[in-house]
Every structure is written in C-alpha cells, then in structure tokens.
C-alpha cells in the first residue's frame, strides 16, 4: 500500500488533467511560454507566475505562481522559448469563483527544475533547480518524450522560438538597440553586461561595447562631470571596466534585480533613457522587464564586434567624431596611438603623456575675461573633457595655453570667439540654449602636486595642442 502511494505521489500528471484535480498536490511537465516579472510580497517573500503548455493543454495552458524567500531561487528562463521546467508537488487551486485554476508552487513543501535543450536538438539538460530538489531520473523518459514531441512539431526552431499551437503566425521578437542608438525620454530594449551593482543594490552599471550618443548641454551647465561614472566609483573599481564603450549608469526603482551580479549578462525591455547634467542615466520603471542573456547570440555578436573595434587602430577614437575631428586643433605629437579618458584615468603610471579625442564640455573659470586672474597674470583655465567613457578635468596655463590660444591669446573678442567655438556656444544664443561642443584632438599629460602622495595628487594638464583659426 504504501509503495502505491509513494509511486502515485510521484507520477507525472498532464496540465489538461491537473485542472480537475483542485486542492491536490500533482507533479506537472511542461514548456515555459511566459514568465512575468518578480514582485515581492507583503512579507517580503518573492514570487513570479509563469505560463506553460505540454501536449495536452496548449491552449490557454496553465498558470503557475511560484514563491520563494529568495529572489535568486525563482525561475530564470532567459525569455527563451525552449525551456521545460519540472513542478513536483504544486498544489492546484481554483479561484475567480471556481472558474479559473492554477498551480502554487511554494518552496517549503514543493521543488522545480529547469531545463535547455544541449547539444542535440531532443537533449535537455538541467540549469536550474531548487535546493529541496530531489532528482529527476525517474523523469527522464518523460522529459525527453516531451522535448522529441515539440522538436518534430515544429514548436521550436534552431532553439530560436517555441510556438503555441494556438499562434498561428510566429510572433516577432523584440528588437534590441545598441547604446549608440538611445534617443532620450524613449524607451528600448537593451543586451548589457553588469559591470558593478552599489552597496545598497539601487544602481548598476552596463555595457555593450559601444558609445552613447553625446548629449547636449545647457549653457550654464558648469557641473557636468559630478555624475559621471568615473566620478562615482574608486580607482580600483574602474580599473576592471573595459575602457571603450560606454558606461551607463541604470537607477533601479524596483527590486527586481536583486538576484543579478557583476559579469552576469542582461536583457533589459522598455529601459528609459535620459540626460541628467550632461550624462547618459538609465531608468527603470513600471514597464520595464529584465532576464539573463547568459547565452544568447545577441551577447555574442556585442563581443564580436568589441572584439573586433579594440583591435582597430581607431578603436578607442569615439564612434561619434568619425571619420575624424572636425579639424580644429593639431597636435605636435601625432605618432602617438589614441586613447580614452576611461584609459587615462586607469592608467597604472602616474605620469604619463596621453593622445585623444574629446569635447570641451565645461569649464572655470567660465568667462573668458577672467582667465588672467592668477596672482602672476598667467592665463589658466580648468576644463572638463568628455569622451564617451569619462570625464576628466585638465588644466590649460601657462605656455601650454599661449600655445592653444594664438595669437587669439592677445585679443579678448578673438579669444572670445575661439572659446565660444571650442563650448559649441553659438552667436547670438541664450543663457539656456542647448550647446554640442565639437570633438578636438589634444594630447594630455598626468603628473602628480605631492610626490609623497602621487595618486592622491594625481593632475591632468593639455599640452602640445594648438587651437586653429
């Protein structure tokens, strides 16, 4: 008797039958068709509902709510459309006056598995399971009869999409942008890697290996670098971020990505864009999903052509200032290979002679009447350069600026002019019109102020750059 039991409690049972067996504990075999997004109890506890199909239910198929005190141990199907997941021991429950049922799948008396088609097309192997999870040998026929059934069905292609037979028409699949594609206040979808998550996991920080577009800048803007993310994180942190490509700052306004770490690679829906003091911030709201991308082709075509940019002698020249600066400065050393500010700013030598490409986004003191007004009458002025990695504050004084300036260095309205061009202020403009600065082509040199202290000293100064006529 008791071995009838056992073997009944662990029998398979179809999604069709499990709906007449309300209030009974049944073990289910199926497809993930749908996973909504996480939510957080009132108790603090986790869950997420998911929508399956096997061969006897495909329409509407059945909904699964599975709760966790956990957020790393809910489901990750990846938004991929081949993943079968095994329930043993859900609970099937009717609700909306008994014309509705779905299963509850509560980690202290149930467990799951989720599996992804391996090597061949009919193999399916483990990527996840609950801790509780016992095993799943006597399953095993089971699961590769169900995977064999929906592979010569037509269900799924190439691992690309699994199809309900009730679609009629394969659905199109999201369309994903690169971050040199944002355009701001409009949403996208976006495959990155986390580079960083803070301390109180409300912000990360992603790439993909390309560069945002630059943003425009009011004109008294003058604070553009305090929220950039070389002037957010320590040295040490930014030394492990690649230094091409852009880093977008992600400000998280739910919980939903509590489970995700550095390195891991994300699909992020209907992320929102935005500028905030001159830089790139992403946001996430109401409508905006997340999974892993962990395997995905989209990660691997990103790394290819980061692979492929940072092997080009142009690959650390930002993708905006292509095919080259606008011609406005020249430079003495032009041998030298280029640079990013992210490659500076990183660099493990203190001192050292740098050449790049960038946009004057700011700088003090900001009228150009007063740029004489050291103690010895010595032109100097702190400027904020921008590339699509960093910012950096670089001193122009002394010779260095009487060679920048010219002959303009002598003559206020001339120098007025050429600063105006190098801000990308127009003629005639507002206080609070929008400005772009043009991309110029400058070599910087690092030093330190207190040789005990070198890195805590650590400056930056333009040198060798001429500003053309």
Not at 177 to 193: D, H, M, Q, T, Y
Request: aromatic share 12%; with cysteine.
């Amino acid at each position: 008797m008791e071995t009838k039991k056992r073997e009944s409690r662990q029998k398979l049972v179809k999604l069709k039958d499990a709906t007449n067996l309300i209030n009974q504990h049944v073990n289910l075999l199926g497809f993930v068709l749908e996973r909504r997004q996480p939510k957080q109890c009132c108790n603090k506890d986790w869950f997420c509902t998911l929508h399956i199909i096997d061969d006897s239910y495909h329409t509407p198929g059945l909904t699964v709510n599975v709760f966790s005190n956990k957020f790393e141990e809910l489901p990750r199907t990846d938004n991929q459309y081949d993943r079968m997941i095994l329930f043993i021991n859900v609970k099937m429950q009717a609700y909306n006056g008994g014309r509705n049922v779905n299963a509850a799948c509560n980690k202290r008396v149930s467990s799951f598995a989720l599996y992804k088609r391996g090597t061949g097309q009919e193999d399916f192997v483990c990527y996840q399971c609950t801790s509780n999870f016992l095993g799943d040998e006597r399953y095993k026929s089971s699961i590769d009869e169900l995977g064999k059934l929906f592979a010569t069905s037509g269900f799924f292609d190439q691992g690309q999409a699994l199809q309900s037979l009730s679609y009629k028409t394969k659905a199109q699949p999201p369309k994903f942008s690169f971050l040199r594609e944002i355009n701001e206040e409009k949403r996208f979808n976006l495959v990155c890697k986390i580079l960083h998550v803070s301390e109180d996991k409300s912000t990360i920080f992603v790439w993909d290996g390309t560069d945002a577009p630059p943003a425009s800048i009011r004109f008294r803007d003058t604070s553009v670098s305090n929220i950039s993310v070389n002037t957010l994180l320590s040295r040490d942190i930014l030394r492990s971020f690649p230094t091409v490509g852009t880093v977008l700052r992600v400000s998280l306004s739910n919980p939903q990505f509590g489970g995700f770490k550095p390195g891991d690679w994300l699909k992020l829906y209907q992320l929102l864009c935005v500028f905030d003091k001159g830089s790139w911030i992403g946001k996430v709201t109401d409508s905006t999903a997340v999974s892993l991308a962990q395997d995905d082709r989209l990660v691997e075509k990103i790394m290819r052509i980061y692979d492929k940019r940072i092997t080009s002698k142009m690959g650390h020249i930002p993708f905006w200032s292509f095919p080259s600066p606008p011609g406005l400065t020249e430079i003495d050393d032009d041998e030298a290979p280029f640079v990013t500010l992210m490659d500076i700013i990183t660099f493990p030598k203190v001192t050292y002679k740098y050449r790049c490409i960038v946009r004057v986004v700011a700088a003090f003191p900001s009228h150009v009447e007063e740029f004489s007004s050291d103690e010895s009458g010595h032109n100097r002025v702190l400027l904020t350069l921008e590339d699509p990695t960093a910012t950096l504050e670089a001193f122009l004084c002394g010779q260095d600026a009487e060679l920048f300036w010219g002959l303009g260095f002598q003559n206020t309205e001339m120098l007025r002019n050429k600063w105006n061009q190098l801000l990308g202020i127009r003629r005639g403009s507002s206080s609070f019109a929008a400005r772009n600065p043009p991309w110029i082509e400058c070599c910087i040199f690092s030093y330190y102020t207190n040789k005990a202290d070198p890195w805590r000293t650590r400056s930056y100064k333009i040198f060798g750059t001429r500003l053309l006529d």
